[in-house]
Structures are given as C-alpha cells and as structure tokens.
C-alpha cells in the first residue's frame, strides 16, 4: 500500500529543504573574498536605505534641490526681463533728451519752443503715456537694482552738468520742461549755445551704454539670498573698452552659454587693469 498523499507532500517538502540548504552551503564555501564584500556592502546599503531617518533626509534634500533650481530658474527670467526694461526707459530717456536739444537749437522764439516741448514727444509706444520727470524717477530706482561700478564715465555729460552756465537750463535739457516766466527771449542764445554740446553729450551716453556689456549673475550666493527672502544686485554692467572687445565678449558667451545663463566673462577691473568708476 502506498504512502498517504500528506505523507508524500511532507517528504518532498523535506528532500527539497535538504537541496537549498546543501546548495547553500555550497555556495557559501565557494563564496570569494570580493564576493562576500560586495554582499556585506549592499546588506548595509540596503539597511540604511530602509532607515526611516535617511528616507526623511532624502525628501528634504530633494525638496531643497527643486527649491533651488526653480529660484535660479526665476532669478535669471526676472535679471533678463528688468534688464530689458531698464535698458528701453534709458533708451528712449536719452532720445528724448536729444530731442530737447535739438528743438532748442532750432526754436525761434521761447513761446515757440514752450509749445513745441509740450507735445510730449515719445520714441518707444510702451511710454507715449508717461513724461521724462515719470522715466527719470523710473531709471533713478532701476539704476539702484544694477551694479555700474565697472561701467565707463561719461566726462562730457559730467562737464556739462557742473558747468555753471548749464544750471540755469538744465530742465529744459534734460526734462524738456520751462516752467512759464522763468525763461525769456533773450535767453535763447545761451540755449543756443548749450544745446550743441548737451546734444554732443546725449550721442556720447548712447554709444558709451552700446558699448557696455550687461552680465546676470544668479550665483549660489544670490541664489540662497533669492531663497531667503532678500534682494540681492543679480545684474552688472562693465565697459568692454572698445565695440570690438564687446562683440567678442558676447561672441563668447554665445558659444558657450548653457542657455540658462550668460557665461561670466573676467571684467576689465579683474584682468585687464580697466578702470572702475561709479555712473549715476
């Protein structure tokens, strides 16, 4: 009489154990040395990856890391949309201010020039609403947001500014205002006289401004300032000595860029012995 069917299930159960634990034995007394490390390396890996504590660390690293990249992500969207904004206010600040100029060296009579300025004249359509005092105060607080150290002085503007004939006209240069009884028909060959180098000034300013190379600088630095909540100078200008120097600077950084953000090139103050200068 054969083996009850429980009884047969119960020895193939045993002779199978049997196997594994020979094959195990095996297997362990063949084990290498290199073998057995690399078994001891990944049992504690296993064991620290399970640690609830690790786990935890591991979310707030991560946490910290998507942090990170979207702040400098925004600080250099934000670097290149008020960089933008700054540079259109003092492009057409500077049109405009030519514009004074050359209307005051060809007005005929002071009422002519009063309604001539009155017509608020406007370069750029985003700013057809606002006066020069309006993009002046604009461009004053724009200014605080960017680091001009490096940038090139302008000696002509500055000469004409602390020139003491200049005084007496320098709102109509620079804000195209005359305010009614402060100016007469006998002033107008000193506004004559004045209006060639305020405009000579006005063309120097713009090419000085072309010559300047803008520079975001969202380093880790600003970047942990931007996550703490503060405001940090993420934008500077330097003068590039020369439209030549300029453009191989921007041809670097075109090549090399990450399209994150610009390449940081050595400023004339760090290698080349450049001047530095503060521009109001």
Known sequence: M??????KLRSARDREFQRKVIEALVSKSEETPASSLLRRVF???LKVINNGAFLAALGIAVSFGVFYHRTYVECIGDSRKFLGEYNAVRMEVLQRQAYFAATAYAAKSIKDLQNTLSQNKYYDRQFREDTMVDLLARQAVQATSIDMRAVAPDPLRKMLEQAEAFQKYKPLFFTGV???G???DSDLPAIKQLATPALQADALSLVLDFRNVPQIECTPQNIFALMWGERPITIRKFDAGSFVEREKIHQQIEAQRNHLAPLSPTLPSEGTGGSVATKP
């Open 178 to 180: 005359i305010l009614e």
């Open 43 to 45: 049992g504690r890996i």
């Open 182 to 184: 402060t100016l007469t």
């Open 2 to 7: 054969g083996l009850p069917k429980h009884e």
